[in-house]
C-alpha cells in the first residue's frame, strides 16, 4: 500500500515539475517579503497558491506536449509517454490543481491576485506552449510567465500593483529566462528540431548563440544592478552581494566568448545562471531583515 502511494505521488510530482513550481514559489515569497517588510503568516496562502496553480499549469502542460515529448530522449520517459498515465487523467488533475490554486489565491490576495496567477497560466498553456510549435524565439514572449509570481506576492503583501518597483522586480525575473532556455537549445537543440519544434539553432550558430546567450545575461546583471536604484533592496550586505553576484555571472559566460572555436558544455553555464538567480531570490528575501 505505501509502495503504491509513494508511486502515485511521485508521479504527481513529475507532473508538476516540482523544482520548477518550488522555485516558481519562492519568487512569491520574495516579492510577498519586499512588498510587506516583515515575515507573517500572511505569506503562506499565496505562495501555496502559486505553487499549486503552478503545479496544476505545469500538468496542464503534459497533456499539451504529450504528443512530442515521445520523440524525444529527454522527455520519452515523462508520466504519459511512457504509459504510466493516461491524458484525460493528467487533463482532470490539471484542472483540480489550477482550480485549487486560484481559489486560494483569490482568498489570500483577492481577485487581483487570483487575476494575475490566472495570466500565468493562459499566458503559459495558452500562448506560449502553442507558440513554441511555431517560432524559434517564443522564449522570448513566453518568459512573461516568470515575471507574474513575484508581482503576485507584491501585491499580496499590500503594494499596488504598478508601483515601479514591482515592475522593475518582473523585468528581472523577465529577463533571465531567456539566456536560460537558449543554453538548453545548444545541448538539446536537435531533438527538438527532431521532435518538430523549431529552434535556434537552425536560426544561428553555435558562436552567434554563445554571443547572443552572454548579451541576454550581461542585460540581466545590469538589471540585477538596478533593483537597489529602483529602491527594492537596502540592506548594504545585500547590495554587496547583487554587485559580487552581477560581476561572477558575467564574468563565467564571458567564458562563452573567450572560448570562441572550442567546445563548451552547456549544462555548466545553464546551471551558473541558476544559481545566480537562487543567490538573487535568497538576496531580495532576506533584505527586509537586515535593514
Same mark, same amino acid.
Given at each position: 500500500?505505501?509502495?503504491? $502511494?509513494?508511486?502515485?505521488?511521485?508521479?504527481?510530482?513529475?507532473?508538476?515539475?516540482?523544482?520548477?513550481?518550488?522555485?516558481?514559489?519562492?519568487?512569491?515569497?520574495?516579492?510577498?517579503?519586499?512588498?510587506?517588510?516583515?515575515?507573517?503568516? !500572511?505569506?503562506?496562502?499565496?505562495?501555496? @497558491?502559486?505553487?499549486?496553480?503552478?503545479?496544476?499549469?505545469?500538468?496542464?502542460?503534459?497533456?499539451?506536449?504529450?504528443?512530442?515529448?515521445?520523440?524525444?530522449?529527454?522527455?520519452?520517459?515523462?508520466?504519459?509517454?511512457? @504509459?504510466?498515465?493516461?491524458?484525460?487523467?493528467?487533463?482532470?488533475?490539471?484542472?483540480?490543481?489550477?482550480?485549487?490554486?486560484?481559489?486560494?489565491?483569490?482568498?489570500?490576495?483577492?481577485?487581483?491576485?487570483?487575476?494575475?496567477?490566472?495570466?500565468?497560466?493562459?499566458?503559459?498553456?495558452? $500562448?506560449?506552449?502553442?507558440?513554441?510549435?511555431?517560432?524559434?524565439?517564443?522564449?522570448?514572449? !513566453?518568459?512573461?510567465?516568470?515575471?507574474?509570481?513575484?508581482?503576485?506576492?507584491?501585491?499580496?503583501?499590500?503594494?499596488?500593483?504598478?508601483?515601479?518597483?514591482?515592475?522593475?522586480?518582473?523585468?528581472?525575473?523577465?529577463?533571465?529566462?531567456?539566456?536560460?532556455?537558449?543554453?538548453?537549445?545548444?545541448?538539446?537543440?536537435?531533438?527538438?528540431?527532431?521532435? !518538430?519544434?523549431?529552434?535556434?539553432?537552425?536560426?544561428?550558430?553555435?558562436?552567434?548563440?554563445?554571443?547572443?546567450?552572454?548579451?541576454?545575461?550581461?542585460?540581466?546583471?545590469?538589471?540585477?544592478?538596478?533593483?537597489?536604484?529602483? @529602491?527594492?533592496?537596502?540592506?548594504?550586505?545585500?547590495?554587496?552581494?547583487?554587485?559580487? @553576484?552581477?560581476?561572477?555571472?558575467?564574468?563565467?559566460?564571458?567564458?562563452?566568448?573567450?572560448?570562441?572555436?572550442?567546445?563548451?558544455?552547456?549544462?555548466?553555464?545553464?546551471?551558473?545562471?541558476?544559481?545566480?538567480?537562487?543567490?538573487?531570490?535568497?538576496?531580495?528575501?532576506?533584505?527586509?531583515?537586515?535593514?
Amino acid at each position: 500500500m505505501l509502495k503504491i $502511494i509513494s508511486e502515485h505521488l511521485k508521479l504527481l510530482a513529475e507532473l508538476s515539475k516540482v523544482r520548477i513550481t518550488f522555485a516558481v514559489m519562492l519568487t512569491t515569497l520574495a516579492g510577498y517579503l519586499l512588498a510587506k517588510g516583515s515575515l507573517d503568516a !500572511g505569506i503562506i496562502l499565496p505562495a501555496l @497558491g502559486i505553487f499549486v496553480l503552478a503545479c496544476g499549469s505545469s500538468a496542464l502542460n503534459h497533456y499539451q506536449d504529450s504528443d512530442r515529448d515521445g520523440l524525444m530522449a529527454r522527455t520519452a520517459r515523462r508520466p504519459i509517454p511512457s @504509459g504510466r498515465i493516461s491524458r484525460n487523467t493528467v487533463l482532470y488533475i490539471a484542472i483540480a490543481l489550477s482550480i485549487t490554486g486560484s481559489a486560494m489565491l483569490y482568498i489570500s490576495s483577492g481577485f487581483e491576485g487570483m487575476q494575475l496567477g490566472l495570466l500565468a497560466l493562459i499566458w503559459y498553456n495558452g $500562448i506560449y506552449t502553442p507558440m513554441k510549435r511555431r517560432s524559434a524565439f517564443a522564449v522570448i514572449p !513566453g518568459s512573461v510567465i516568470g515575471a507574474i509570481p513575484p508581482v503576485v506576492g507584491w501585491v499580496a503583501g499590500g503594494s499596488p500593483l504598478l508601483d515601479p518597483r514591482a515592475l522593475m522586480l518582473a523585468f528581472f525575473f523577465f529577463i533571465w529566462q531567456v539566456p536560460h532556455f537558449w543554453l538548453l537549445m545548444l545541448k538539446y537543440g536537435e531533438e527538438y528540431v527532431k521532435a !518538430g519544434y523549431p529552434s535556434i539553432t537552425q536560426k544561428y550558430n553555435e558562436q552567434q548563440i554563445r554571443v547572443l546567450t552572454f548579451v541576454w545575461v550581461l542585460a540581466t546583471a545590469i538589471t540585477a544592478l538596478l533593483l537597489p536604484l529602483y @529602491g527594492l533592496v537596502h540592506s548594504r550586505y545585500i547590495v554587496i552581494a547583487i554587485i559580487a @553576484g552581477a560581476v561572477w555571472i558575467t564574468a563565467v559566460f564571458a567564458g562563452l566568448l573567450v572560448r570562441s572555436g572550442n567546445s563548451i558544455n552547456p549544462f555548466y553555464y545553464f546551471m551558473r545562471i541558476n544559481y545566480f538567480v537562487l543567490l538573487m531570490i535568497v538576496s531580495l528575501s532576506l533584505d527586509p531583515f537586515l535593514q
